[in-house]
């Protein structure tokens, strides 16, 4: 069957390609890479694919394995055909079906690649061998290609990518050293940190954010208490509740989950906060003393803190680097840039009246994005080699998932994972740390509660 359609194939397809076209095409590197018409709706005429096909959640997900192209040069030396049916699931893609066929595909001989291999997805199957598969972009084996800044390049058997950094196995660490500081508080003098939690409203990923608290503080020993206000509270009410956790003794550390719903004044709220238990570390005061030079908050906000946690425990160099803040937030970028300075990085900020952030951004060697804006950050806006905190949490609904949705960060995974030297996944990446330096900051203050330690 494969001989009858390689006939076929050769005397109804090929036969307008010469063999002098092959060889040009071999000869000449440059030209591996031929562009042609677009062929769908969503192509764009610079690239085989859109990028949003591969990242973006309205499209196909997290998809990077897919292929279509009837007729179409897209590698050197060969020519490619076959369809493909993509759709996104969980974790990747569903191929529906895939033929593939050419004179010669990366050097693979037409007899191998006309050989059928059938791959089971989760909807559906593939057939089509690796070496037709790199042919048309459906990257059935990622091993041999994957689709990159939206052309379809080779990877070599040996090519690295980005070390993950792990922030849940770090902030586990962390979590357990503080359990065992607790312990020894508790044995000492019969005390425990205490931790005190105001959540408004019902928002999905803040509920989530609060119950992960409260589990890590479970771990590690210390008390936790909460408020839950209706989302049209008021600020009297808000402050209320502040106040009485303020004067409470066995409270030492106060958290206002943030964002709060538009209707109420979040500088305002904050203020009331007691300084020597606002662990969150956004009293104005705390950000006074962090900016000014040869002075100590008492504390550092917690996510930009966890950022260079994570940096130092991974081993890399802060002092003399290039570093691009993207996001200008009291929450997360502002004390970033305030915090990588004080580490005697040189420091830019890319915010949205920015212009050309993918320029600036392409020269830092360490990337702390908290922009909230799910895949801004592409590969193409990387230094190869550079370092990626993705702080960015953005909640994506997907009834597959538990929780019924999950969450996206600021950096297209799959292409910055290719160019950076190291990156922290969304989620398991910066939200571990943020909740380890939350209940580092509540211990610290309960030990100058005591006069402990």
């Not at 390689?6 to 063999?19: A, G």
């Not at 049209?232 to 004067?247: Q, S």
Request: a positive charge; proline letters at 6%; glycine letters at 10%.
């Amino acid at each position: 069957m494969a001989v009858v359609w390689h006939k076929w194939l050769r005397k109804s397809i090929l036969s307008p390609f010469s063999s002098r076209a092959f060889s040009t095409l071999k000869s000449n590197p440059s030209q591996q890479i031929i562009k042609s018409p677009p062929l769908l709706s969503h192509d764009v005429p610079d690239v085989w694919t859109s990028n949003s096909m591969h990242c973006d959640p309205p499209s196909i997900g997290e998809c990077y394995m897919f292929g279509y192209a009837v007729g179409t040069p897209l590698v050197c030396r060969g020519y490619a055909f076959g369809m493909s049916w993509v759709r996104s699931w969980k974790h990747g893609c569903e191929c529906g079906c895939w033929c593939g066929c050419g004179y010669e595909v990366r050097g693979v001989p037409i007899r191998q690649i006309l050989k059928k291999e059938r791959y089971k997805y989760k909807y559906g199957y593939g057939w089509g061998s690796t070496g037709a598969s790199v042919g048309a972009g459906a990257g059935v084996d990622t091993r041999y290609g994957v689709c990159r800044y939206g052309k379809f390049l080779k990877k070599k058997d040996n090519e690295r990518r980005a070390r993950v950094i792990d922030g849940k196995s770090m902030a586990a660490k962390i979590i357990a050293g503080i359990g065992g500081e607790v312990i020894r508080m508790q044995e000492s003098i019969g005390k425990v940190p205490g931790l005190a939690v105001i959540l408004v409203g019902e928002r999905k990923d803040s509920e989530t954010y609060v119950r992960n608290k409260r589990k890590a503080c479970e771990e590690a020993g210390i008390n936790f208490v909460m408020t839950k206000l209706l989302n049209n509270c008021t600020e009297d009410e808000v402050c209320e509740a502040l106040l009485r956790y303020n004067e409470n003794p066995s409270v030492h550390g106060i958290l206002v989950q943030l964002p709060l719903p538009h209707h109420l004044d979040e500088e305002k709220i904050l203020n009331v906060l007691n300084l020597e238990k606002d662990v969150d570390g956004f009293h104005p005061v705390h950000m006074g003393n962090l900016a000014m030079s040869g002075r100590e908050p008492l504390f550092i906000p917690c996510t930009p803190k966890g950022c260079i946690e994570l940096l130092v425990r991974s081993d890399v160099e802060i002092m003399g680097k290039n570093a691009v803040v993207i996001g200008r937030s009291n929450i997360v970028g502002l004390p970033a840039s305030l915090l990588l300075q004080r580490h005697h990085a040189t420091v830019s900020t890319v915010h949205a009246f920015t212009k050309n952030p993918e320029h600036i951004t392409s020269e830092a060697d360490i990337v702390v994005t908290a922009a909230g804006v799910p895949n801004l950050v592409r590969g193409n806006w990387l230094k190869p080699g550079a370092v990626v905190i993705d702080v960015g949490t953005y909640p994506i609904e997907d009834p597959s998932f538990e929780q019924g949705y999950r969450l996206l960060g600021d950096v297209c995974y799959e292409e910055a994972v290719m160019v950076a030297s190291a990156i922290t996944p969304v989620p398991g990446g910066v939200g571990p740390m943020t909740i380890a330096m939350l209940l580092s900051n509540t211990l610290d203050s309960a030990k100058r509660a005591y006069n402990f330690g």
